[in-house]
């Protein structure tokens, strides 16, 4: 602890001990207890506690029969446990019976102040902290504190319960997991006094009829399973299972949400998994449980590295049930394959259909998530039933769209239920981009194709179904390019591109500007992808979508403006923003669009669209766009100018992104490589002095925002590595008189950025890279700007001072 | 109670409700789909349309083709376009009492009504009702009266010949009552007829029922109206809106605890909605004018065109199509706009705000300002001079057989860079198109209907709660179209009853209650018992005095002053109940305790049978008989009146009296 906090304390344990001083912020403390925590970890309580004595007295004082505040007395329990979690500092507060006090009957436990749950919360997280050695199980088991936990579990306050659950786990895990572990039997009636009666409190609670103590008992086996490793575990679930697996035979089954979350639990953890009677019980519980409840343990299992392959089949079938429900019911005719062939389980009846609409909704987002989830990894069901599930996923979108016209009394009611329902298409939309990965039959594929049409053109669609809907079109028409790069499109993906192209024409006039957005969005991605190949080029020049795409420059909403920049850019960089072709503009000569995102960076008032500008032109410049690489100096040149001086911090780190872009350029990219041989470096230095690199960088050096000094630290940190070989780093040797920049510099560095740099000579700007401590700097530039203020001391003062201007207060009012 | 359905039409009602003694018509609406069936009246000589060839029976037979004519397989019948009249012949119409008109598109039967039939009462409307509704009746007549055609064509009606010709001509129903359109001078007349009423206003008819209109939210003055009598309620809800657009919001608490309600006025395209079908609207508007075409809306000069244009302010800018011009042609389009801004206070909230600022409550004020929307009575005149293309044209009629709308189709249908943008829901947009065919220009259909849709409908029942709701037959099925969308149609329990054209429908409830007034000198001489805490009873003694609908209570004549022997035995005689009144008895004859008191008093030999109505008493060495029931009690004793009397006084003792 440094001087000065030492210093300080006495008088804040004056001031914490003080009921007429209260503390008026809860943070505070908190601060605090993670200050003693750091503290206590790097060295001996027992010395922080023998030498600052005031600390113990701010314990002891909690004994004295007063009225504290529940929060200092909480702030004190906490303390106290944070301490004692050393055993000879525990030693040292047991001499003092100071223990007994604070966490015994004497203690707050019976007192008024228990009514307050974060007195209840502190003692339980005291305990917690202390539980670490065999001297506190001794505490535990001698004190009752057990009991009292057990009756915290069931708390009002849901903190304190959950708490008491985790305590009772670390306890455990304190008189099963010590240095005899290797000794501790797997029996568990073999085991310590305490652990034994932890053991059975757990199993009374799961025989017990009562719903919530079920729970609390299935909360705590999650927590040991979870977070404890130990031989023991293995013993615990072989005392418990039987109990667990009985709760399946009770109608309703109590707890179904605690049980999936325990037996998801066991199922991960490596000591456990491998007792067959787990496997039985979860195969069970998806069978009891109803689809809803059951989703989320399918969902687990199916996750799982290695299961038995029926419980797996099993599982899939859970998952499957509620689209094999809707394939079912919207069939035309049969001949479709079923998505539940070969899968345990049968076809949910029509009445366990769930009665409500927002159940109905509830089951199918959620089968659709967690299908989503599963696709992509390796250890998804096989085979995959990619047919049917595309043809179910179409099925539902046609509900939701009530272009689906089932003939069954099933259909009928999903259609009802279905119908426009935004939660359920933006599920299936985005399941249905997933399975792009897969493809299918043509004809399904066709079907996808035709829905996903269907939802852009319907005027109906909301505009994040739309963005959705545009997201799951990008996909399907990336995979029907096969293989990558050198074939164009399906025909049938061409003829669909056609028909989109006009949507996306009319979208880009919506007066929504979500939707234009999102439109845009879509074209930058697909011209990103596809912008080289001849059907898509023909297709889109064909169409008004470029030019409509340079009027968005203009959209008076600024996120549409930055994505009509991106687009722009992309568009530009493939040559497929053609000159307009209408007559009336033809007499005016057209900007280019370099010209044109340059207006957008000088002159728009937001700052989304020009950090879009900037992007845009360090990729222009690293892709060498051709009306950059025509005269990058002056391109740069431009740009930097105009980044320099913008309010937006993110536009000038843009801009500083830019210059290194251009820098690597001409120095050769960033990396261990030696310095820049002698030529190219001083032409290279040339024509950085020549666009007023420099310039920017130092500016940008001083910048008020950390991000830009840091980003320019770097850039020049670069610099000075390609152009100063290390070995004469140091040697100043004869070169320019650079008092008057430095001059300038140390100005700029004390706020005056008024004052213009002037014409630099490479050698100039050589030495005065020679002579700045930038990796000082970046030291301090990566320091949080707030570490001042996070400093313990200051946390002490802070409280301290507040405190007294409590005071003050107080002696105003009179 | 009797409910007269006179149309078919579910968003253009007519109905009459017969409902204590007064005969209300709840609005009179006027089916114009027949228009549909004629030619259009093109306002400049149609080559193309004057030279359509005849239409010949199959056999060859060409007596038809002065009246009906042939475009692209379409028959149309060649004459001045006919309506579609509510029923006439059901009720005598002469008998009705009140209209009652909900808003101003269903009113435009009224001439039909007030002027041919006798009708001799009053109509109640809201002021912006009457004014709009005058603005479209005037365009109406100014439509049809501006193309003057010689011929009337009858000989199609004639219903063997009817059964020859091609659908839809074939289908027409009630073809013989069809009616050309009536004069300004009958609606001058018509709407004189009519009484303005302001919301929540209470009318009373005949002292008999109450009625009161009430915001619907759908037009401008549009309303709901509750009749309503001191025991019993009717709602009438026609064409109503929850969502927000121009007009003042609908009130939904006022329709609570009805005992019928009567729905009609929904939407019309329950699966388009509005704000989707406004944005299609923009965007397609913004596509073609960006291509250098123009854009028609076929539109009524009042209503949504009001949202439209508020749309387009705030749009037209963001879209880049400051430059383009706005015409709005029609002979009211001046009223229409004017009319519009000095409704405040049947705007909505935040119109009526502007108002005080001040500011016009609707921005096309600033557009007619900024030169960007100009408004024409026709195509004649002035607008000829400024036209420019490419524009946007918002004209009438919807239905495209009249009106200048006729002329834009005729001039931009060639191109396919013009578009035609239909916006009301009224009419089959490809029936409207029927006559024009082959079409090259673009036609977009963005119905755009702010009525309630089956959502909402479903909402407002569950909280309004009516014991019964009557609607047209069409709400009581999911659309033909669309048969599987059971969500389609109105869903309440008990079912809603369905009516269709001319049916007659008792409505489903009792009255049961009268009110009754009672003078206050009368109220003085009572003397109420408690009979129970809460209770009171008196006996009443008067006379009941009914006039107008109005029951009193009134004090019996006092017996006149005797001035001789021989009238006062007669007034006597006039009154002699008065004296011998028995008093009343309540309360109820608790068995076990009779019994134990018939013990008590010597009594012995008593049985109890239980019956279904209460309890018989046996006592059997008497050979007597004490029946118990609810209302009643009787002794049967066999001539023993002494036995009898003593048994009366022991019931007595367990009764009250009064």
């Not at chain 1, 600024?558 to 009509?564: C, M, Q, T």
């Amino acid at each position: 602890m440094d001087p000065e906090c030492a210093r300080l304390l006495p008088a804040l344990c004056d001031v914490l001990a003080d009921p007429r001083q209260p503390v008026a912020d809860d943070t505070c403390l908190e601060k605090l207890l993670d200050w003693f925590k750091a503290v206590t970890e790097a060295g001996s309580s027992l010395l922080l506690l023998q030498d600052h004595p005031c600390l113990v007295e701010l314990l002891f004082h909690v004994l004295k029969p007063q009225d504290l505040s529940s929060r200092i007395l909480s702030f004190v329990l906490r303390l106290a446990g944070i301490f004692a979690a050393q055993e000879n500092c525990f030693q040292y507060l047991q001499q003092g019976e100071l223990l007994p006090g604070l966490f015994g009957e004497p203690g707050p436990l019976g007192a008024a102040a228990w009514a307050a749950p974060s007195v209840r919360s502190g003692w339980i997280q005291g305990l917690h902290s202390l539980a670490q050695h065999p001297s506190a199980l001794r505490f535990l088991a001698d004190s009752g504190a057990v009991d009292t936990i057990f009756s915290l579990q069931g708390d009002p306050s849901l903190f304190v319960a959950s708490a008491a659950g985790q305590l009772l786990v670390r306890v455990l895990d304190l008189a099963l997991c010590g240095p005899a572990e290797g000794h501790i039997s797997l029996q568990a009636w073999d085991w310590p006094a305490c652990a034994r009666k932890i053991v059975c409190h757990l199993e009374d609670c799961l025989r017990s009829e009562a719903t919530p103590r079920v729970t609390q008992a299935l909360h705590v086996l999650t927590t040991a399973f979870g977070h404890c490793h130990g031989l023991w575990t293995q013993g615990l679930w072989v005392q418990l299972s039987p109990l667990v697996a009985r709760l399946l035979e009770k109608d309703p089954v109590p707890a179904p949400h605690a049980l999936v979350d325990l037996l998801l639990s066991v199922a991960r953890s490596s000591m456990l998994s491998s007792d067959p009677g787990l496997w039985e019980t979860a195969a069970q519980t998806l069978s009891r449980l109803s689809p809803t409840q059951a989703g989320p343990l399918a969902a687990g299992i199916l996750k799982l590295q290695d299961c038995p392959q029926a419980l797996r089949i099993q599982a899939f079938g859970v998952l499957l049930q509620p689209l094999a429900f809707v394939l079912e019911a919207t069939a035309q005719a049969p001949g479709m394959p079923g998505l539940l062939e070969g899968a345990a389980g049968d076809l949910m009846a029509v009445d366990t259909l769930p009665p409500s609409k927002s159940a109905c909704v509830g089951l199918l987002c959620s089968a659709l998530a967690h299908l989503e989830l599963l696709q992509p990894l390796p250890q998804r069901p096989s085979p995959w039933p990619q047919a049917p599930l595309l043809a179910a996923v179409v099925a539902i979108l046609r509900l939701c769209n009530g272009s689906a016209a089932p003939n069954s009394e099933a259909g009928g009611r999903l259609c009802a239920m279905l119908g426009g329902c935004v939660r359920v298409q933006r599920a299936a939309l985005d399941f249905l981009g997933v399975l792009s990965q897969g493809l299918g039959p043509q004809e399904l594929v066709t079907q996808v194709f035709a829905i996903l049409l269907e939802y852009l053109v319907s005027p109906d669609s909301s505009p994040t179904v739309l963005k959705k809907a545009f997201q799951a079109t990008l996909c399907w028409l990336l995979s029907s390019a096969a293989p990558p790069g050198c074939c164009d499109l399906e025909p049938y993906a061409q003829l669909v591109l056609g028909e989109l192209l006009s949507v996306l024409r009319k979208r880009l006039c919506s007066p929504c500007w979500e939707v234009r957005d999102s439109g845009l969005e879509f074209l930058t991605q697909m011209t990103r992808h596809q912008g080289g190949q001849a059907g898509f080029r023909q297709a889109l020049l064909a169409s008004e979508v470029p030019e409509l795409t340079r009027q968005l420059l203009q959209d008076p909403e600024s996120y549409v403006r930055a994505s009509a920049v991106a687009a722009v850019g992309q568009l530009s960089s493939w040559g497929l923003l053609a000159a307009p072709s209408s007559p009336e503009h033809a007499a005016t000569p057209q900007k280019t669009p370099l010209e044109e995102l340059l207006l957008v960076l000088t002159t728009d008032s937001e700052g989304f669209p020009r950090r879009a500008v900037m992007r845009v032109f360090t990729e222009w410049l690293r892709d060498g766009y051709a009306d950059v690489a025509e005269d990058p100096e002056r391109f740069v040149a431009r740009v930097l100018q105009a980044a320099s001086g913008d309010l937006d911090w993110e536009v000038r780190v843009q801009g500083l992104e830019l210059a290194l872009a251009f820098l690597e350029q001409l120095l050769g990219p960033c990396g261990p490589s030696a310095v820049a041989p002698p030529g190219a470096l001083a032409q290279a230095l040339q024509a950085l002095c020549r666009v007023q690199l420099f310039e920017f960088a130092f500016r940008s050096l001083f910048d008020c925002d950390r991000p830009v000094a840091q980003k320019s630290c770097d850039l020049l940190l670069f610099l000075r590595a390609k152009a100063i070989p290390s070995s004469n780093s140091q040697e100043a040797g004869d070169g320019p008189d650079v008092t008057s920049v430095e001059a300038a510099l140390r100005r700029w560095q004390a706020g005056e950025q008024g004052q213009p740099l002037g014409e630099l000579a490479p050698e100039a700007v050589l030495a005065v890279l020679r002579s700045m401590d930038l990796e000082a700097l970046q030291d301090t530039l990566a320091e949080s700007s707030d570490h001042v203020e996070r400093s313990p001391q200051s946390l002490l003062q802070d409280m301290l001072a507040t405190v007294g201007v409590l005071g003050d207060n107080e002696a105003d009012c009179y | 109670m009797k409910l007269y359905c006179l149309s078919g039409h579910p968003t253009l009602p007519c109905n009459v409700l017969k409902f204590k003694s007064t005969t209300i018509m709840l609005d009179c609406g006027l089916d114009m789909t027949s228009t549909l069936n004629f030619l259009p009246l093109p306002l400049v000589q149609s080559p193309r349309l004057s030279n359509l060839p005849g239409w010949s029976l199959k056999d060859g037979n060409a007596f038809l083709d002065k009246e009906l004519k042939e475009c692209s397989g379409h028959v149309f019948v060649d004459s001045v376009p006919e309506f579609c009249l509510p029923e006439t012949e059901l009720i005598d119409l002469s008998t009705v009492d009140v209209i009652l008109i909900s808003n101003y598109h269903c009113m435009m039967a009224l001439p039909y009504i007030t002027e041919h039939t006798g009708f001799t009462g009053t109509v109640y409307a809201t002021e912006p009702t009457v004014q709009i509704g005058r603005l479209l009746m005037e365009e109406l007549v100014n439509f049809i009266e501006r193309v003057p055609k010689a011929q009337s064509a009858s000989l199609w009606k004639n219903k063997d010949i009817q059964r020859l010709l091609p659908s839809p001509l074939k289908d027409a129903v009630e073809v013989s009552t069809w009616r050309r359109c009536y004069t300004m001078q009958e609606v001058n007349s018509a709407l004189s007829k009519i009484q303005l009423v302001g919301y929540s206003q209470k009318i009373e008819l005949f002292g008999a029922v109450q009625v009161t209109p009430l915001s619907s939210g759908y037009a401008l003055g549009s309303s709901n109206w509750i009749i309503q009598s001191h025991y019993e309620k009717v709602s009438y809800v026609s064409g109503s809106s929850l969502l927000t657009t121009h007009p003042q919001p609908m009130d939904q608490a006022s329709l609570k605890n009805s005992d019928v309600l009567i729905l009609t006025g929904l939407t019309q395209i329950p699966t388009a909605n509005p704000d989707s079908m406004v944005g299609e609207f923009c965007s397609n508007l913004a596509l073609t004018v960006r291509n250098g075409g123009n854009v028609l809306v076929p539109c009524y000069p009042s209503g949504v065109i009001y949202d439209l244009l508020e749309c387009l302010y705030q749009y037209i800018d963001s879209a880049g199509l400051s430059s383009i011009p706005f015409y709005f042609i029609s002979p009211v389009a001046n009223s229409s706009l004017e009319f519009s801004q000095i409704f405040a206070e049947w705007l909505c909230h935040n119109k009526q705000t502007k108002v005080y600022l001040p500011e016009p409550p609707f921005p096309h004020a600033e557009l007619i300002q900024t030169n960007k929307l100009k408004h024409y009575p026709s195509i004649h005149g002035d607008f000829s001079n400024d036209f420019r293309q490419p524009c946007v044209v918002f004209t009438g009629h919807p239905s495209l057989r009249f009106g200048d709308v006729v002329h834009f189709m005729e001039l931009w249908g060639k191109s396919s860079l013009n578009t035609v943008i239909f916006t009301e829901p009224d009419f089959s947009y490809l029936e409207a198109l029927a006559p024009y065919q082959p079409l090259a220009m673009k036609c977009i259909y963005c119905p755009i209907d702010t009525r309630l849709n089956f959502i909402q409908v479903s909402k407002l029942l569950k909280e309004v709660q009516p014991l019964h709701v009557v609607c047209p037959e069409q709400y009581t099925q999911p659309p033909p179209a669309q048969s599987h969308r059971m969500d389609l149609m109105v869903d309440c329990q008990p079912p809603a009853m369905s009516y269709r054209r001319a049916e007659v429908l008792a409505l489903p409830f009792k009255r049961r209650y009268e009110k009754i007034e009672i003078m206050p000198e009368l109220a003085d001489s009572l003397v109420p018992m408690e009979i129970k805490p809460g209770i009171s009873l008196a006996t009443v003694s008067a006379v009941l005095h009914t006039k107008d609908n109005k029951h009193v209570l009134q004090p019996p004549p006092r017996p006149t002053q005797p001035t001789g022997g021989k009238k006062r035995k007669r007034a006597s005689d006039d009154i002699p109940d008065c004296k011998v009144l028995k008093p009343l008895l309540s309360g109820s004859i608790p068995v076990d305790q009779f019994v134990q008191t018939l013990e008590k008093h010597g009594f012995s030999d008593i049985k109890v049978e239980d019956t279904a109505k209460g309890h018989i008493v046996l006592l059997q060495e008497a050979e007597t008989l004490i029946q118990i029931e609810e209302d009643s009690t009787h002794i049967i004793c066999d001539d023993d009146e002494v036995l009898r009397v003593r048994l009366r006084d022991l019931v007595l003792k367990f009764l009250q009296k009064f």
